[in-house]
Every structure is written in C-alpha cells, then in structure tokens.
C-alpha cells in the first residue's frame, strides 16, 4: 500500500467515525441541520485563517474554521432565543450569508498578487488526495479530544438527548452541556472539510447517525455502528474518488453514505421498511381470512347446518372483493370447503374457528344469545 | 453599460427570489429551498445529458421537477416516521447534489457547467450572453430569464395571494374553505424551483438560498403585515443587490458572494435596530421602565416616610441608594425623571414629594 493510500484511508476513518459518532447526537436532538450551517459557515474561518498566516497551515485553517463555524452556531441560537423567526429560517441565513461571504473571501484570495495558487478551493468539494501526514496529526489530536469528551460526559450528553427537562430538573446545567456537545459538534465538523468539502460535510454527520438509528433501540450501540458507517463510506470514498481521476472526493463519500441509509431504511431487521410492508400484507391477509371465515359462519345461522355452503358472490356483495383469493387460502388450510357447485361453505374445523373469531370479535355472550347478529 | 446590466440582472433576479422567499420564511420551510437549490443541479446536469443544450424549455422544466421531486422524497422520508424532518431534508438533497457534482466533474467539466459555476454562478459573465434576434441586440440572456421568471412569480402570487395567505397562517380555516393545502405548498415548491433553476446560472445555487431567505426573514423583523413584508423585502433585496454589486465591482470579488454578506449585514442591523422588535430597541424599552418603575416605588417609599420623624434619614438620595441597593447611576436617573415630571423636588440631598407626586404614591399603593 503507497505513503499516500495509507494516509487517505487512516484520514477518512477518522473523519468518519468521529463525524458519524457525534452526528447521532445531533440527529437525535433534532439538531441535523446545525451541522450544515456549520459546515458553510467554516468557509470563511479557513479564509480568514489563511489571510492572516498567508500559508496554507493546516492547524491554522482549523483553527480560523473552529472558531468561526462555532461563531455560527452562536449566532445561531442567540437571534434563535431572541427573535420569533422560525430555525430554519435562521440556519438558512447564517448557512448562506457566511458562505457568501467566504465566497467574496475566496475570490479575494484568489487575485491577491502575492498568494500562489492556494489550492483554498478543494475545501468546497473536499479532496482527499491532498491530505498530508500533518494534518493527519491536528485530524488524530481533535479526534481523539472529541471523542474522550463524549465518553466523559456521556451520561450528561444521553440525558440531554433525550430529555432536558428531566436533566435540569436533576440539576445538570443543560445550556453548558449543550454549549460543549455544539462545541464536539463544531470540532467534528471542521475535521472533515479537508476531506469532504463544506458543502456535502453536513451529510456526513447526518446519514451515518439515521442509518445506524434503523438497526438499534440503545444509543451506545448507536454511537459506535454510526462511526463505523461513517468511516466505511469515508475509505469507501476515498478509494473511488482516487481511482477515478477529477471527481473530488466529498461527494463520492457522499453517495457511498446515501446507499448505507438507502440498505438501513429498507432493510434492517428493527424497522425496515421492506419488512413492514411484508408484515402488513401477512396481517391484512390473515385478517381477511378472518373475515371470510367469519362471514361464512354468520350467514350459515339462517341454515340449520353451519357448513351450509354460498356462492362467493354474497359475499362479494357484501364488499368482500378478495373474497376469493382468501376462501382459496382457507381452503388449504382446511378450513373451507368448495361444493361441486362451486359454492364455498365452512368445515367442521371452519366453524369452531369461525366460532373462535365471532367470540374474540363480539364476545361470548353476544354470540351465544344472537348468533346471527352482525 | 455593462455594469449597469449586471445591476440590473442582480436586482430582478432578487426581487424573483424575494417572492417566494417571503411564504417559504412564513411557512417555517425556508430550509426546502436550500433542499431545492441544491437538486435542481442534477436535473439541470440530467436534462444537459438528454438534450445537449443549456437553453431550451424543457430544461427548466426538468431540472424544476426534480426540485420537486426532492420535496416530495423529503416528505415521504418525514412520514415514513424513521427520519425527523431535519434529518430528512440533511439526506436527500446531499445525495443528489452530490451525484449531479460527479456527473458534472466525471463528463462536463470541459463545457460551461463546472461545479464552481454551479455554486456560485457568474452574474459578471451574464451580460457577455446576449439574445440577437435578426442581428440586433436584445440585452443579455439572463435579464430576460430572470425577468421572466420574476412575471411568472409575480402573476402567480398575486392570483393565490388570498390562498397563500390563508393556508400560511390558518391551514385548517384554509382546508375548511376549500383551499388544499397539498397544492398550495407544491404550488410554492414549484415556483422556489423554477427560480432556482433560473437563477443557478447567475448567482449559483446557495445564493439563491440567501436571496430567498435573508431579506423576506429581515422584513419579518421589521413589520406585522404579509403586504408589508413582501414590499419591505423587496425593497431590502433590491437596495443589497446594489450595494452588494458596487462593492464587488470596486474590490473585485465575487458579486453573488458579496450581495449575499450585505443581505447578511442587513439582517443584522434590523436584528439590531428594528423598530419594535430589535434587540437595541428592547433594551432601551427595558431600561425604560425599569426605571419609570423605580420611580413609582421611590414616590411609595417617601410617602410612607413624610411627616414621621424617620424623614430626615430615610427621604434621602444616600439612604434610597443604601436601602434599595441602586446603582448610584439608576438613583440619578430615577431622581432626574421625577424631577422632570414634578413629582419630586431634590434639595441638597434631600426628596421631597409634590402634590402632584403624592397623588401618584397614593394611587401607585393601591395598585402594589
């Protein structure tokens, strides 16, 4: 494996697994959107950063990026406290207005006469090939910050998660930890833009989370599966976009990310929507055997034999347009029985079931006293 | 001549934004044309494969739906109850924004789409594209684009400005009236589509975001009445377009960046200084009757204390700041507007209530 490879594959799962673990956080505090503002906002920060060292040093750059996407994120929640706007109306401000302004930085850095090609673009789209053992270094040290902080204060973050009031009522102090978690949040954000871009970084932090949701009911579990789809798109993409000439990295991460939630919300055991589907067809078809059967025996009440049999359409007439399908069901079951009529009528085994499902649906009393009572 | 058109480009592409900018900001989903911005790249990237040219109908109309196709997704994602709408929308449009920049870096990056263009947009190179009918010259492409769409938007929200106003405030009186509310919002998903489409070219997509969002969410500081806040944000959109493209003629940046920081400034100074709801202003207010209330109490206090033999120590400006812990600055302040209103008289140290201060005690005791 080349000098390079190792240190895009080592890079991309860190940037993953952190942005995927703290993403949960914010997806689970309906906080998603934060991380696009944030993102955008960064631009601006490495702008500056970069104007005032006049060199691309990545611990600067993170650092002008830290300081002003977390200048956002304040921004964000003091016109939020003061103002009657809707969020997304301030995310959208503060997402576009910062990036506006990052742009005229960008464009301003881009004619200063003395900058050599800064190479400043690659942070829209992100490009891992550019990644250097440096900034390995300033990812590896924030990383691992970032995530000793969240195992430390991880019952405090759980609490807050889930239910602030509970937490303030225990005596935690609810907008210092929200301050620190949007602070992680900020730090995670900013480790990727290298990489990912500031424009497809939010995704980064979101899709890993909600993926990891469809699989699990514990937020531990959660945590570490949302790092390790994270950094699994995050190689993914690396590798693709390295092999493929032009395509800058981000959004390739982005797509690999995409089909991960695309796999989760479809087929994953807890709350696949495929399994869903599969469920309701199995209950609808069970419940309209139920019906049928239940219907045969009602009808069967005027004759004094309970397997009299009917023609199927009395039954249609009474709406039951599946009849069919569901009377051949039963017959398999051995439930139902068709005469050399072609009419349908209820076994022996049929009516004490259909006796079974007229007392579950009516009760027993009704059923003894007025058995032919719809 | 030619900055006079890149103005005027920039003003009515603003103006088009504005427009439904302004329900989008009302109706809490301002974030959807963030969503919208970004996928009608791939179905402009989608409808450039298919027909191989930037200018036919059929190209706003596709890269349109795809607009509302992200909506709609978005929406079943929300109701499929696995995603929280935020997260829903942070999903989708990354997806196909992320696609549509493959599609462009793998296969368009020779031609005019590039994914810097699509960011930004290039409101400078907008005048250079110019309609010549029979030889003679129209004025640029893109005056007539965003024009256009402008009378589109215009038409449209004036015809369904009752119905938009209706099922923004009172969905369920508008649902009770017969104006569904479905349509309604795909009504406005689609126009906030067509103008992105439009608009992508000359400002590119995020500052389509800041158009239709910043100036409508200023006005919305700033005034009470739906008319109000279409005209105030109009009238903000238009004044940044030309304060935005000055400064980025004179420093040389990027224009749509630079229209996007002066509607960002702009919100600020109306955060800031909004007749009724700024932050300033409600401070002011604050201090206002903090110290119109002090003041009340002040008059309590010396009544209680006139004419006792207690008078001499406690109707004084020292033992007022000693008892009820005021800041010598409030004390002044307090004194200075009882003075002003007669209802106090200050003599070396000393307060004094006047006839018309007594009147006010009494009744100010009843109500404490």
């Not at chain 1, 920060?45 to 996407?69: D, E, P, Q, R, Y």
């Not at chain 1, 200048?71 to 009657?84: E, K």
């Not at chain 1, 390739?252 to 807890?270: N, Q, W």
Request: with cysteine; aromatic share 10%; proline share 2%.
């Amino acid at each position: 494996m080349s000098y390079t490879l190792t240190i895009v594959i080592l890079g991309t799962i860190l940037l993953g697994s952190v942005a995927g673990a703290l993403g949960c956080f914010a997806v689970l505090r309906k906080q998603s959107l934060l991380g696009d503002a944030i993102a955008h906002a960064a631009l601006p920060g490495i702008c500056i950063a970069f104007l005032i060292t006049g060199a691309k040093h990545s611990t600067m750059l993170v650092l002008g990026a830290i300081i002003v996407g977390w200048l956002g994120a304040i921004i964000l929640s003091i016109v939020t406290q003061q103002t009657t706007l809707k969020k997304d109306a301030i995310l959208g401000i503060i997402l576009s207005v910062f990036f506006g302004f990052g742009l005229v930085l960008l464009t301003y850095i881009q004619r200063l006469a003395t900058s050599q090609k800064s190479g400043l673009n690659q942070y829209l789209f992100g490009s891992a090939s550019t990644l250097l053992k440096a900034d390995l270094w300033v990812m590896g040290v924030l990383g691992s910050i970032v995530v000793i902080m969240m195992i430390l204060f991880w019952k405090e973050f759980k609490l807050i998660s889930f239910d602030t009031a509970y937490a303030s009522s225990l005596g935690y102090r609810v907008k210092t930890l929200e301050t620190v978690l949007t602070m992680l949040i900020v730090v995670a954000i900013v480790i990727g833009l290298q990489t990912v871009g500031v424009v497809l970084m939010s995704a980064l932090v979101i899709a890993p989370a909600v993926a990891a949701r469809q699989w699990t009911d514990r937020l531990s579990v959660m945590v570490i599966l949302a790092g390790f789809f994270g950094s699994i798109s995050g190689v993914m993409g690396a590798l693709l976009s390295s092999f493929f000439y032009q395509i800058p990295t981000g959004p390739v991460i982005v797509v690999v990310m995409s089909i991960i939630v695309i796999i989760s919300l479809f087929l994953s055991p807890l709350r696949g929507i495929v399994w869903e589907k599969v469920r309701q067809y199995r209950n609808r078809k069970l419940i309209y055997q139920k019906k049928s059967l239940y219907q045969l025996w009602l009808l069967a009440q005027n004759h004094d034999d309970l397997t009299y049999a009917h023609s199927i359409t009395t039954l249609e007439a009474l709406g039951f347009h599946w009849a069919l399908a569901s009377l051949q069901q039963l017959v398999q079951k051995g439930l139902v029985y068709k005469n050399k009529q072609g009419h349908w009528g209820l076994t022996q085994q049929g009516v004490t079931e259909a006796q079974r499902v007229a007392v579950a649906w009516r009760g027993e009393e009704l059923v003894k006293e007025r058995p032919d009572y719809d | 001549m030619i900055e006079i058109e890149i103005i005027g480009i920039a003003i009515v592409t603003t103006l088009a934004c504005v427009l439904p900018g302004v329900f989008l900001v009302l109706r809490g989903v301002a974030l959807m044309s963030d969503a919208i911005a970004h996928s009608t790249l791939l179905g402009i990237v989608g409808v450039f494969f298919l027909v191989h040219q930037l200018e036919s109908p059929l190209f706003i109309l596709g890269a349109s739906l795809m607009g509302v196709l992200t909506v709609s997704l978005t929406e079943w994602l929300i109701n499929s109850k696995r995603v929280k709408k935020d997260a829903a929308i942070g999903l989708v449009f990354p997806l196909f924004f992320a696609i549509a920049v493959i599609l462009i870096s793998k296969y368009a990056s020779h031609i005019h789409l590039n994914s810097d263009a699509v960011l930004f947009g290039e409101i400078a190179f907008a005048p250079f594209d110019r309609v010549i009918l029979n030889g003679s010259d129209f004025g640029p492409k893109a005056l007539w684009l965003m024009g256009g769409i402008l009378g589109f938007n215009s038409l449209m929200i004036g015809l369904f400005y009752k119905e938009l106003k209706v099922s923004t405030f009172d969905a369920g009186l508008a649902t009770s009236l017969g104006i569904s509310p479905t349509i309604m919002h795909y009504g406005l998903m689609s126009l906030t589509s067509i103008t992105a489409v439009g608009a992508f070219d000359s400002v590119g997509s995020i500052l389509v975001v800041a158009l239709m969002i910043t100036p409508p969410a200023t006005a919305y500081l700033i005034t009470n009445s739906l008319s109000g806040m279409v005209m105030m944000s109009c009238f903000i959109g238009v004044m940044a377009a030309m304060v935005g493209v000055f400064v980025s003629l004179y420093m040389d940046i990027s224009i749509a960046g630079s229209i996007a920081t002066v509607t960002g400034i702009f919100f600020m100074l109306g955060l800031i200084f909004a007749p009724r709801r700024g932050l300033l202003t409600r401070l002011l207010v604050v201090k206002k009757q903090r110290i119109s209330f002090s003041l009340r109490l002040l008059l309590v206090q010396l009544l209680a204390h006139e004419g006792k033999a207690s008078e001499l120590i406690e109707n004084t400006v020292a033992n007022i700041i000693n008892h009820m812990r005021w800041s010598n600055k409030l004390a002044q302040h307090v004194v200075r507007l009882g003075v002003s209103k007669d209802w106090l008289r200050h003599q070396n140290g000393r307060l004094f209530l006047t006839s018309l201060g007594r009147e006010v005690a009494k009744r100010e005791m009843v109500r404490f």
